[in-house]
């Protein structure tokens, strides 16, 4: 590894992707925030890894065309940690799905997760040194709520992250996935009323096992450990984080 960690959050503007890079943040790394077209929100976050000491760069791009994913590997320079949070949401149902919202949620959530994992593996080769985060879903247990191109493609993503686990082992790169479970971030405080979003919580919080709503903060220990040298024989799991939503 680097004498100064080089770490790459993709969807670093606000929610899971945020806390992450915060909770990665400390004195000697360097942070690279992926955004698309918030700055404001990513300025914020970026404020926030500089106080913990980090040096911190914001690069911009959409992951949904694969040249601009290339581009956005290429201009963060040496990755220790890749981190691919950044995801299309679809709540499209079955007989409304068509290959265009199946491929667009596919480019974003696996595609773009791939080529970035084989870019900044390079790097990681040549140090020996490498750890690659994907963030799937709970989703791909319960198969929903969301739409099944999303479903499919948090799946596949587990299957891409057990591949990568398997050829990039032997050159000391890890590869695991952190599954939320139904963690309440902005965006969803923007989508519910108060009193909807109350009767929500009440249902989710009966089917979990712990009686509180999960927030992005509570992926931070977890994100922490996989990017660790204590996580050194860990590679090809996918972890829930989901306070019991379910349970492997």
Known sequence: MTAQRGILV?????????????????????????????????????RACRDAGAQVEIAEADLGDAGAVVDLANAAGPVDVLVNNAARPSNVAPADLDVGEWDATFAVNVTAAMLLARKCAVGMRERRWGRIIMLTSATVRMGGPSGPAYVASKAALVGLTRALARALGPEGITVNALSPGAVLTENERELYPDGDRQQADAEIIARQGLPRRLLAEDMVGTARFLASEGSAAVTGQVIEVGGGLVLR
Do not use: F, K, S
């Open 10 to 46: 993709t969807g670093a503007r606000r929610g899971i992707g945020a806390a992450i890079a915060i909770g990665l943040a400390e004195p000697g790394a360097r942070i690279v925030l992926h955004h698309l077209d918030a700055r404001d929100e990513v300025d914020r976050v970026a």
